[in-house]
């Protein structure tokens, strides 16, 4: 589950969008001044901070800039009363990767935060220097590159990280909450088929030219992904 600081000294809008953050499923840390919040950021290490830039005590521009310092992953959103383009440039330039103003609807929060945490989850996945073989796969995270008993596969980026997330985990059981959080960023719908059709996908893409099956559902709980041999060629051995 994603963890988000809030930092924000109106404490009607800290405590409006905390709740809705924990509405939403996420983790949420709150501070109401620029160093109890950098306190907070360096110790904790959340996935996206939620950041004023009118703060007591240190203001957003610097709290972004100590941030960076030692944190070129996480996501900064800026929400601020400050509209003018040399205010956003500025916050930009400071560290930040978007910028809200107030006031702001809490559904355009969400989703710029959502799109953040995917942005900042697609990172990772590409910058994974270590390769990784399992079975007749062999994927190149930085590269972008997997091939199938030495022949290229064709996945979109989202069943990517889905292969990724699963071969960093080979074996354990992975429910589709978890897959649902570590992939897309958000809980799990019930109703939501976009799992269902992205392992749809990726089986067709790695299982079919393979020896090998590798996503096993686990029926009622979720998927455990190993390397099987598929029955016609466990028979020639």
């Not at 830039?53 to 203001?59: A, V």
């Not at 609807?105 to 799109?115: T, V």
């Given at each position: 589950m994603s963890l988000i600081l809030i930092v924000e000294d109106d404490p009607i809008i800290r405590t409006t969008v905390d709740y809705a953050l924990k509405r939403a499923g996420f983790d949420t840390l709150t501070a109401e001044g620029g160093p109890a919040g950098l306190a907070l950021a360096l110790e904790k290490?959340?996935?996206?901070?939620?950041?004023?830039?009118?703060?007591?005590?240190?203001?957003?521009y610097r709290f972004a800039e100590q941030v960076r310092q030692t944190d070129k992953d996480v996501a900064i959103i800026v929400v601020t009363a400050l509209d003018q383009p040399r205010d956003k440039?500025?916050?930009?330039?400071?560290?930040?990767?978007?910028?809200?103003?107030?006031?702001?609807?809490?559904?355009?929060?969400?989703?710029?935060?959502?799109?953040?945490?995917?942005?900042?989850?697609?990172?990772?996945?590409?910058?994974?220097?270590?390769?990784?073989?399992?079975?007749?796969l062999v994927i190149r995270p930085n590269d972008l590159v997997v091939t199938v008993d030495g022949k290229p596969a064709k996945l979109r980026l989202k069943e990517f990280q889905l292969l990724v997330t699963f071969a960093s985990n080979p074996g354990s059981l992975m429910s589709r909450e978890r897959l649902s959080r570590e992939v897309w960023g958000y809980e799990f719908m019930s109703s939501s088929r976009t799992i269902d059709v992205h392992i749809r996908r990726l089986r067709q893409a790695i299982e079919e030219p393979s020896r090998y099956e590798y996503i096993h559902t686990v029926h009622g709980v979720g998927y455990r992904f190993e390397p099987r041999l598929k029955v016609e060629h466990a028979q020639r051995t």
């Open positions: 290490h959340p996935d996206l901070i939620l950041l004023d830039l009118m703060l007591p005590g240190l203001d957003g440039v500025r916050g930009l330039d400071a560290g930040a990767d978007d910028y809200v103003t107030k006031p702001f609807s809490m559904d355009e929060l969400l989703a710029r935060i959502r799109a953040n945490l995917r942005r900042v989850r697609e990172r990772r996945v590409l910058e994974m220097s270590r390769t990784i073989e399992i079975g007749d």
